[in-house]
Every structure is written in structure tokens, then in C-alpha cells.
């Protein structure tokens, strides 16, 4: 019933519309773009955040194009949302107003569950497979499955051997001696050696979380096959992102905002990482 819903309000509402909401818009050449004109605003740091001026006398006037909360601002409303999360009473409640939603909500597929599947039935060409789903947030290091990133180890262990993937100690190191230097080989590896899946351990505990992207608990393969500004340049990080890619582009009804992450460590970070980009075309229109 709300598929038909949704459907005949959608179609009276875009009748006139000539998009097609059913396929993504291809872009033939994403880096071919133009470059927005300087505005020739005035940046200047105060109290450690940025504030931007239009013109000279704007910033003489300190006028300031856009209002920012200051940050005491901030910390008033965090200590207000902790003094709500903590509040007892108020706890007691929204389990209550929790626990009576899910019961209705349970009452509601008892008494209609049938009704609900002849409605969906009867809308043609849709189920879940063919309804388009967008994953958001997905942190980009993490976007293949463990099994996707043992078979990219493996083959690239066994095709690339020779690259110098990194220094230690001075010392540019091929592939094939990081692993030697870990005593395993491509045979050895499994997905349960690589222990790079979430699992219910990881719930509340942000180091375990964050260790996991470690593959086989070692930050050298992960700066090595995980990272954009690594000694090879990200490399191996654009070839599997590009995979993952095009196993999204095959499922057509699967798409996915990747994120990359700025640390803020440097000022050339954000040229870095497009110049990364630009230079193994990491870009699909899924």
C-alpha cells in the first residue's frame, strides 16, 4: 500500500519532469570541470576557527559573511545533551514510549502482513532487489568485504611481488619481503587471519573498531594497501576501490557514497589527495 501511495504521488506531483529516476546521470569526463572565479574573500583564524570576510573593509569592520556559533555556544548545548542522556526519569520514559511502539508496531504486521504482501505483489518490476539502495557514509578503506580484500592481497602478493611498497629504516622494501619479514605467504593468508570484520566486539569500543582496519593486525598492510599518500602513491588503494566500483556499476540497483578521510596534518592534504584521484581516475558514477 505505501509503494502505490508513494508511486501516485510521485507521478501527479512530477508529471512534467523529464528525469529519469530510474538510472544515475553519467558524467563522460568528471575531472574536465570549470573552476569557479576567485571571490577574493579575506580568511582569517580567530580562536581557532575560520572566519570569512568579503572585502577588505568588511574585515576592517569585522563583518563577517557568515555567523559561526562560538565555541562556548558549543559546549553549553553538549553539557545540556549529556544532562538529558543521563536524566533518570526521563530514561524511564523513552524505554516505555520504545517498548509500547514495538509492540504496536508488532500488533500491526500480526494483523496486516498478508494485506501488505498482495499490495506488493501487485506492483510490477519492483521488489527489493530492483529498488535502488544507497549506501552513505561508507568509509572508503572499508568498502570491499574481507573476502574482496584476501583475494586482492593474494593477487597482487603473487602479480607485483618486486614493487618497493614502503622504507624501513632507510631502506626501500618490495612486497614479497613485507611479507617475508611477517613469515607468510599468499597460501598462508585466510579471511580469518586478516580479522578486519566488525564484529559485536567492536560495539562501544572505538580501538577495536579502529584496529580492525589493520589486516592481520599489521598498520604496514593497511598503510600500504589502505592509504592514499602512502610510498606508492595509493596505488593499490585506487586499483581495489576501483573493483569495488565496478561490482557496484554490474549491480546496477547498488550504489555508494564513499568517504575519504583528511586529517588536517598538513596544509597540502587536500591537494594531495586530488592529485591521487586525478592520477588513477578513482571516479564512477555509482
Known sequence: MAKRILHRTHKSNYQSETINYDEPPVI???????IPED????????DGVIYVY??????????RAYHVRPFN????DMKFMCNIITDGPLKSHCYKRLAYLTYKYQLHVLLNEMNELR???AVPHRDFYNTRKVDTHIHASSCMNQKHLLRFIKKTIKTR??????IENGKPLTLEQVFDSLNLTSYDLSVDMLDVHADR?????FDKFNAKYNPIGESRLREIFLKTDNYIKGVYFAEILK???ADLEESKYQQAELRLSIYGRKPDEWDDLAKWALTNNVYSDT
Not at 39 to 46: A, D, G, K
Not at 54 to 63: P, R, S
Not at 73 to 76: A, C, L
Open 28 to 34: 563522460a569526463d568528471p575531472w574536465n570541470i570549470k
Open 54 to 63: 568579503k572585502t577588505k573593509e568588511d574585515f576592517n569592520e569585522k563583518k
Open 201 to 205: 566486539n567492536t560495539f562501544h569500543r
Open 161 to 166: 611481488r618486486n614493487d618497493y611498497v614502503c
Open 39 to 46: 571571490l577574493n574573500c579575506i580568511l582569517n583564524i580567530e
Open 243 to 245: 573493483e569495488v566500483m
Open 119 to 121: 499490495s506488493q505483489k
Open 73 to 76: 555556544s558549543f559546549i553549553e
